[in-house]
C-alpha cells in the first residue's frame, strides 16, 4: 500500500485547508484509513480516524467540531478538512493505512505533508 498526501500550507489563525490521502496497490487489503499529526517536539498523535468495523469516524478531543474526516471510496482517496485553525494545530500531518500484510495488520503512512498556522 502507498500513500500519498497533498494539500497542506501556510495558513492563518482561523483559515482552512483540506489535506487529501490517494491509496494505491493493495487496497483491498486496508482496514482503516485516517489521519495522524506530530506536533514539534512531540510525539505523534491521532487527528481523526474511520473504525475498522465502520461506524462514525474517530476525532481527537482538540479537533472535534474543527475537522472532518470523509472517504472517496472509489478514489481511495481520505480527505481532511481543516477549519478554524489555531497556531496548535502546526504540525506534520500523516496518513494512516492499517491493512493486512499475510496474516498480520500493518501500518501504512505517507511522506507527511506539514501545515502551518500563523497568529
Known amino acids: 500500500v502507498q500513500l500519498v498526501e497533498s494539500g497542506g500550507g501556510l495558513v492563518q489563525t482561523g483559515g482552512s485547508l483540506r489535506l487529501s490521502c490517494a491509496a494505491s496497490?493493495?487496497?483491498?487489503?486496508?482496514?482503516?484509513m485516517g489521519w495522524y499529526r506530530q506536533p514539534p517536539g512531540k510525539q505523534r498523535e491521532l487527528v481523526a480516524s474511520?473504525?475498522?468495523?465502520?461506524?462514525?469516524?474517530n476525532y481527537a478531543d482538540s479537533v472535534k467540531g474543527r475537522f472532518t474526516i470523509s472517504r472517496d471510496e472509489a478514489k481511495n482517496t481520505v480527505y481532511l478538512q481543516m477549519n478554524s485553525l489555531k497556531p496548535e494545530d502546526t504540525a506534520v500531518y500523516y496518513c494512516?493505512?492499517?491493512?493486512?500484510?499475510?496474516?498480520?495488520?500493518?501500518?501504512?503512512w505517507g511522506q507527511g505533508t506539514q501545515v502551518t498556522v500563523s497568529s
Open positions: 496497490g493493495s487496497t483491498f487489503s486496508i482496514r482503516t
Open positions: 494512516n493505512a492499517r491493512a493486512w500484510k499475510i496474516v498480520d495488520l500493518y501500518d501504512y
Open positions: 474511520f473504525p475498522s468495523g465502520g461506524g462514525r469516524a
